[in-house]
């Protein structure tokens, strides 16, 4: 009795020694608790004090107070994931009610947990990605259930000795084949879920029929019971304040090139401010670029999560997400630039002011007519109209690029020192850039809604020209065979005396 009781406890003392070192040291309140404990042993005090519960009571107050303000900022951030929790709980409670309805499980028995998996791996928060995932994963498993009752079928016919000699190599061949079509990079995209699935379907079948007599039953009640839990999560997420990954990918590129366009208008300002120049510009728009740099993985996902959309809203059957993509990389390729100009508004450099005013204009017309160029572009997007407005900027902002460039070539500042004025050169040169990418970014979106039969839109008519009020034709001065002179006046205002 005592050794056993000597056992239990060094084994109570080595779990709990393991759980202090690995679980307690990663939960968010160990640091409060071990400076807690610190203060209460450096002032001899447990329990005893009042003012040890008055502590405790208000920084527990504090990080409820603050874990409810990151709570409440992460709903407002996007209410839609409130509505995709609730969503998620009415899919697995109406999935649930299979055990709890005896008919019900009377027909599926224990594979009815099969149809609670699938709903907890199915179940995503936009509309694309769970009919991608529903489907991968209903599809798999009819394939997967059918070979797999096959190569059943197939081995049981070479007796006992060669019934797991052949599973094992159905098992192997099929395995090594799946595993090698994952790495088609367009293949895993789409259907990296599926083939996981089919691998997991088809073993489950063939080699359980080792060990079962009614494998066609067991390979039938699963089956039914994943599409059962598909079915479900497709259609509450399809019909229930669905969130569609098309419109987070339309609304994301659109965003992106406000953002690059909000920029661009506000750096010539920011660049070119007076040294000493006391007042503060509220400049926080600034930073929003970079969130730019980084949206790659979540264009790529949104764009394979849209592909499994079916139409809705503007978005019509086969929609080119694939330009999406395309804009996309265009977008980032000019935020890395920008990023690179960002370095330069701060630099304690001084530029020369003979050389400052001389490419100021040219540098702050490229990079106004770039920012609104490409917020134009963002809401022909928003609005999926084609781009007609923006030519004019794209114009203008080429010009002052052709000026810039003939104003360097001309050979202005052969007496500046070339060290003082390769920062501002560097500058000039990024923005000649981005008036090139600019302009990548235009044909990209004019092929966008060619694709995508966007709405065209007539450009603004120009104002019409003052008619003329009244003509006077001076005959000539000079011979009768002289060619004759016609001068045109116009008397929009009364004559002077």
């Not at 509505?83 to 309805?101: C, E, M, Q, W």
């Not at 595993?179 to 088809?202: C, E």
């Not at 709405?455 to 104002?463: G, H, L, N, Q, T």
């Amino acid at each position: 009795m005592l050794a056993k009781t000597l056992v239990y406890t060094s084994f109570l003392y080595s779990f709990s020694k393991f759980l202090v070192q690995t679980v307690l040291v990663n939960f968010p309140c160990y640091d409060f608790v071990m400076e807690m404990a610190s203060e209460i042993k450096n002032e001899g005090v447990f329990f005893r004090n009042w003012g040890w519960f008055k502590a405790l009571s208000g920084k527990l107050g504090t990080k409820i107070v603050e874990t409810t303000r990151k709570i409440k900022k992460l709903g407002q951030d996007d209410p839609r994931r409130i509505i995709h929790s609730l969503k998620f709980g009415l899919a697995l409670t109406l999935v649930s009610l299979i055990y709890y309805f005896e008919p019900l499980y009377k027909g599926f028995g224990n594979s009815a947990m099969w149809a609670i998996l699938t709903v907890i791996v199915v179940f995503e928060f936009s509309v694309g990605a769970t009919l991608g995932r529903g489907l991968n994963r209903g599809l798999a498993t009819l394939v997967a259930g059918a070979l797999g009752f096959g190569a059943h079928y197939l081995a049981s016919l070479a007796g006992e000795k060669g019934e797991p000699i052949l599973l094992g190599l159905f098992v192997f061949l099929l395995a090594g084949v799946v595993t090698f079509v994952r790495f088609f990079p367009q293949l895993k995209a789409r259907y990296d879920y599926g083939l996981l699935i089919f691998m997991l379907t088809f073993c489950l079948v063939s080699i359980s029929g080792y060990r079962e007599d009614e494998i066609l039953e067991m390979a039938h009640q699963r089956v039914s019971t994943i599409l059962i839990g598909s079915s479900a999560s497709v259609f509450i997420c399809l019909f229930v304040f669905p969130v569609w990954a098309g419109d987070d990918l339309h609304n994301l590129v659109a965003s992106n090139l406000e953002k690059l366009g909000s920029y661009l208008e506000g750096f010539g300002v920011e660049y070119f401010k007076i040294p000493g120049d006391s007042k503060e510009s509220n400049n926080t728009f600034m930073d929003d670029y970079k969130s730019v740099l980084n949206s790659k993985q979540s264009e790529e996902c949104l764009a394979n999560f849209a592909r499994w959309e079916p139409c809705h809203g503007q978005f019509r059957f086969r929609h080119p997400w694939k330009q999406y993509l395309k804009i996309g990389s265009l977008t980032r390729q000019c935020a890395y630039r920008i990023e690179s100009l960002d370095g330069y508004i701060n630099s304690e450099i001084q530029i020369p002011a003979e050389f400052r005013s001389k490419i100021q204009e040219a540098c702050t017309n490229m990079s106004l007519e770039s920012g609104k160029a490409l917020k134009e572009l963002a809401s022909a997007i928003k609005a999926m109209t084609a781009p007609s407005s923006v030519t004019p900027h794209i114009v203008e902002s080429k010009d002052a690029a052709n000026n810039l460039i003939s104003l360097l070539r001309s050979g202005f500042c052969k007496e500046i020192d070339l060290l003082e004025v390769i920062p501002a050169v560097t500058v000039a040169s990024l923005l000649v850039d981005v008036v090139s990418c600019t302009e990548k970014i235009a044909v990209s979106i004019n092929e966008l809604a060619s694709l995508a039969h966007f709405e065209s839109v007539e450009p603004m008519v120009e104002a019409e020209k003052p008619k003329l009020l009244h003509q006077e034709t001076i005959p000539p001065c000079c011979g009768v065979n002289e060619p004759h002179h016609v001068i045109t006046i116009d008397q929009l205002s009364p004559k002077l005396p």
